[in-house]
C-alpha cells in the first residue's frame, strides 16, 4: 500500500501537505475503502453460502415411537420434487450421525436428489431391537414401527414419493434391513443389508437381545423355512416383496459368513426365484457377485461376497453399488419385487474379495469356534487338473472350506469341474466361485464364468459352508479339465 504522507512538493516546506497531496490522499482511502468493502462482501456471501448448506438435523415427535429412537434428517440442497428416501440404519455402538459421516449415501444423495433417514438406537449399546416378537411383526411395538413413523413423517412432509423408499444399513443396522423388508413390505421397495442375518435369525426372549448361535451362524432351516419366517411377520399380505441385495465378508467373526448363505436361501425363497444364480461374475479383485431371478441392475436378489474381509462393511465404493441397485442413480428400481413364492433349490451363494475403506463399527457379542486348517489329500492328476481340499474354519454343526483347482497340464485348460462324496449327513448351504451340481451320486463344483481359463500350473479356488452334525471332514477330491 503506498504511504499516506503527502509527497514533498516543488517549492513547499517538507512534510507540509499541499491541495495536490490532499487530493492524491483522498483517491488512495477511497480506493482502500472500495477493497475493503469488496473483501467484506466476500466473506458475507461466502458465509451466507456455508450458512445455507445442508446438513444433519434432528427431528422430533415424529409420531408413533413405540422404540423411543432418535430420528435425523439429511435433505440435500439439490433434492428433486417428490423424492425418493432411503433409510441408513446404523451398527451397534453407532449413533445417526456416526453413519451419517462415516458413510457415503449422503454424498450420493447430493448426486442424486434423495432424501436420507438415521434412525438413532436410544439404548445401552445403541443395538436395534431385531429380536423381540414386537420387532418381528407388522406394525408391531418396537424400533421397526418407530422407524416406518420417520418414512411416514418425511414422505408427509418433504412430499416424498412413497413408491421410491428404500432400506439400508451395516451389521446390526443390516439385520433391521432384513426385518423391515419382512415387516413393512407394503413400504420398503428394496434394501442393501452389509454383514447382516436372515429375517428372525435373531429372534430370542434373551433380555439382553443376542442370540450366539444366530451371530456363529450355526442356525441353518430351509429355504421354505426361512421364507415363512417372513411371510408370517405380515399374515394376509399378497402384494409385491422387496428386492433385497446381500453383502458379506468371509472372514467375518462377529456376524458369521454362514448367514449370507442363509439370507440368500430366504429372500431367493420369499421372491419367488431359483437359487441357482443367472449370473456369477468377479466386478473386482476379491468380490463375487451373484444375480437370482433376472440378470439386471435391479434383479430380485443380488449377492455380494467379499474374499478375507471381516466385519469391516460398506467400504468405499460399495454405498454406490446399493444405490444402483435400488434405481436411485437413474438406472430404474421404482417398482418393487416379485410376488410372493415358495422356489426352493441349491444354495449355491457367493463370495468375494477385498476392498479398502474405513470400518462402519462392529457388533456386540462373542463369536465361537475357530479350528485349524486340515488338509485332505492329493490325488494324481486327473485329464489335467487337480483339487486339493482343506478346511478353514469350524464350528460346532458346521464348517467352511477351500478347495484350490490347479492345472496340472503342460498346457491351457477352458474349464475344470472338481467331484467328491460329500459326508452322509453334511449339507452344502452355500459355495461360491464355482457352480454347484451332482453327478452319480457325488458332488460337483464346475467352474463359474470367470475361472475357467488355467495356462499351465496356474490355479484357482472355490469355496463353501456346510453344515454338518460331526465334525469337519478331511476330503479327497478328483479333478476334471474341460
Known sequence: MPPTRAPRG?????????????????????ALLAAVASIL???????AQSASAASLTEVTNFGSNPGNLRMYEYVPNSVKANPAILVAVHYCTGTGPAFYSGTEFHTLADQYGFIVIYPDANVSGQCFDVSSAGALTHNGSSDPASIASMVSYVEQHNSADSSRVYVTGASSGAMMTDV?????????KA???????????FATS??????NACANGQISHTP???GDLVRGAYPGYTGARPRVQLWHGTADTTLNYNNFGEEIKQWTNVLGVSQTPVLTDSPQSGWTHTRYGTNSAQAPVEAFSISGVGHSLPTNGMAAKAITFFGLDGTGGTTGGTSTGTSTGTSTGTSTGTSTGTSTGTSTGTSTGTSTGTTGGTPPPSAGCSAMYRTVNAWTGGYQAEVTVKNTGSSAISGWTASWTQPSGDTITSLWNAVQGTSGGQTTAKNAAYNGQLGAGASTTFGYTASTSGAAPNLTMSCQAG
Do not use: K
Open 206 to 211: 434373551d433380555p439382553s437381545g443376542w442370540n
Open 191 to 201: 434394501g442393501a443389508a452389509f454383514m447382516g442375518v436372515p429375517f428372525a435369525c
Open 224 to 226: 421354505q423355512e426361512w
Open 10 to 30: 516543488a517549492g513547499s516546506p517538507a512534510g507540509i501537505r499541499t491541495g495536490s497531496g490532499r487530493r492524491r490522499l483522498a483517491t488512495l482511502l477511497t
Open 41 to 47: 462482501a466476500a466473506i458475507t456471501l461466502s458465509s
Open 180 to 188: 423391515l423388508l419382512g415387516d413393512y413390505p407394503d413400504v420398503f
